[in-house]
């Protein structure tokens, strides 16, 4: 009853049930294609396969305002709108596909986590956090390319330029700052390694703040998209600006000034200096937005002073050698004397 309900609401409407054959060929192309693109992170292909297989697909009748592809975790089942084929290349049904494989169910069937979005009692983290994550990894599969598009008067470099591209695109950044590795083992596989790894790195007040600014992003934008009166979406637009521009601000500056605390010889200040030069590809930026070139020059300075200080040590270490050597030839010189005698 409370299914039915909610699919009255959405307007969403079954036509026909997609019959067992079609579903199995549809779950093989998906699990060859996910491990084939994603060779370097083991996934399970029969497993993958079976949780496909045993999921009932719909072709129905779906809202243009909706996405053309919904699974529901209410009953377990994926809708596909009448005007797509089921097809894994195309993304809004890879996108759903990875919410049903990243599904983590109890013995009771009660759903507790899904990818990084964790299902408490009281409220559910990370919902959006999950949605670019898992965008990420559709655009990784389908082997996207990064394209710089305008969208509310700023200029973002995005995997995805349809489907969540703002968030895409921080994914995109924090995944070229800490690795892609542990990003995609807990979207796809529901565990909490991603979130370890990045609190390591970025420190955990970052992290809730990704968390929270990812949120508040995606609801904006769902207020721009259902809204028609002109001062809610001129509010909501600048707001995503805002928290854009924040957010890529404190991953920057987290990831960088923690990173070159750790810089421990000359190896490690160059791969640093490269990182830092390469992430400008990454950013997104306004008509106003500095701080990554303010913050790029602070950083040369104290590079530079930290390049020297390894110089410095290095001249020393060289000095002290030849003093050692030199000693040791005049030690050898007198105990053959001593022979001789």
Same mark, same amino acid.
């Given at each position: 009853?409370?299914?039915?309900?909610?699919? &009255?609401?959405?307007?969403?409407?079954?036509?026909?049930?997609?019959?067992?054959?079609?579903?199995?060929?549809?779950?093989?192309?998906?699990?060859?294609?996910?491990?084939?693109?994603?060779?370097? +992170?083991?996934?399970? !292909?029969?497993?993958?396969?079976?949780?496909?297989?045993?999921?009932?697909?719909?072709?129905?009748?779906?809202?243009?305002?909706?996405?053309?592809?919904?699974?529901?975790?209410?009953?377990?089942?994926?809708?596909?709108?009448?005007? $797509?084929?089921?097809?894994?290349?195309?993304?809004?049904?890879?996108? *759903?596909?990875?919410?049903?494989?990243?599904?983590?169910?109890? &013995?009771?069937?009660?759903?507790?986590?899904?990818?990084?979005?964790?299902?408490?009692?009281? %409220?559910?983290?990370?919902?959006?956090?999950?949605?670019?994550?898992?965008?990420?990894?559709?655009?990784?599969?389908?082997?996207?390319?990064?394209?710089?598009?305008?969208? +509310?008067?700023? &200029?973002?470099?995005?995997?995805?330029?349809?489907? !969540?591209?703002?968030? =895409?695109?921080?994914?995109?950044?924090? =995944?070229?700052? #800490?690795?892609?590795?542990?990003?995609?083992?807990?979207?796809?596989?529901?565990?909490?390694?991603?979130? !370890?790894?990045?609190?390591?790195?970025?420190?955990?007040?970052?992290?809730?703040?990704?968390?929270?600014?990812? *949120?508040?992003?995606?609801?904006?934008?769902?207020?721009?998209?259902?809204? =028609?009166? %002109?001062?809610?979406?001129?509010?909501?637009?600048?707001?995503?600006?805002? #928290?854009?521009?924040? #957010?890529?601000?404190?991953?920057?500056?987290?990831?960088?000034?923690?990173?070159?605390?750790?810089?421990?010889?000359?190896?490690?200040?160059?791969?640093?200096?490269?990182?830092?030069?390469? !992430?400008?590809?990454? $950013?997104?930026?306004?008509?106003?937005?500095?701080? +990554?070139?303010?913050?790029?020059?602070?950083?040369?300075?104290?590079?530079? *002073?930290?390049?020297?200080?390894?110089?410095?040590?290095?001249?020393?270490?060289? &000095?002290?050698?030849?003093?050692?050597?030199?000693?040791?030839?005049?030690? %050898?010189?007198?105990?053959?004397?001593?022979?001789?005698?």
């Amino acid at each position: 009853m409370q299914i039915n309900k909610y699919f &009255k609401e959405l307007n969403i409407e079954p036509i026909s049930e997609v019959n067992i054959r079609e579903r199995c060929e549809f779950a093989n192309g998906v699990a060859m294609v996910m491990v084939e693109k994603l060779a370097d +992170y083991n996934l399970d !292909y029969l497993k993958i396969v079976d949780i496909l297989q045993h999921t009932e697909m719909y072709i129905a009748k779906i809202p243009k305002n909706l996405s053309p592809v919904n699974y529901s975790y209410l009953d377990g089942k994926m809708y596909i709108s009448e005007d $797509i084929k089921l097809d894994v290349r195309n993304e809004f049904v890879l996108h *759903e596909v990875i919410h049903r494989i990243q599904e983590y169910r109890n &013995k009771k069937e009660k759903l507790l986590q899904l990818g990084l979005c964790d299902v408490m009692e009281t %409220k559910i983290k990370g919902l959006a956090l999950n949605e670019a994550a898992v965008q990420y990894i559709v655009q990784r599969v389908l082997n996207s390319e990064s394209k710089v598009i305008d969208i +509310y008067g700023m &200029k973002i470099p995005t995997l995805s330029k349809n489907y !969540y591209p703002i968030l =895409t695109n921080l994914i995109e950044q924090i =995944t070229f700052l #800490i690795g892609e590795a542990k990003l995609i083992d807990s979207t796809i596989n529901s565990n909490n390694e991603f979130k !370890y790894d990045t609190i390591d790195i970025l420190g955990e007040d970052t992290y809730n703040a990704i968390e929270n600014s990812f *949120e508040q992003i995606l609801e904006s934008n769902n207020k721009i998209l259902k809204n =028609t009166d %002109k001062s809610i979406i001129e509010e909501n637009i600048d707001l995503i600006k805002n #928290i854009y521009i924040d #957010i890529q601000n404190r991953i920057m500056t987290s990831f960088f000034n923690k990173e070159f605390k750790r810089i421990k010889s000359m190896e490690q200040l160059k791969k640093f200096n490269t990182k830092l030069l390469n !992430y400008k590809d990454y $950013i997104g930026s306004n008509e106003v937005q500095v701080l +990554y070139i303010d913050f790029f020059k602070t950083m040369q300075e104290l590079i530079k *002073e930290k390049e020297q200080s390894f110089i410095n040590k290095s001249l020393i270490v060289v &000095k002290e050698n030849k003093i050692i050597n030199v000693f040791n030839r005049i030690k %050898k010189y007198l105990k053959n004397l001593v022979f001789q005698n």
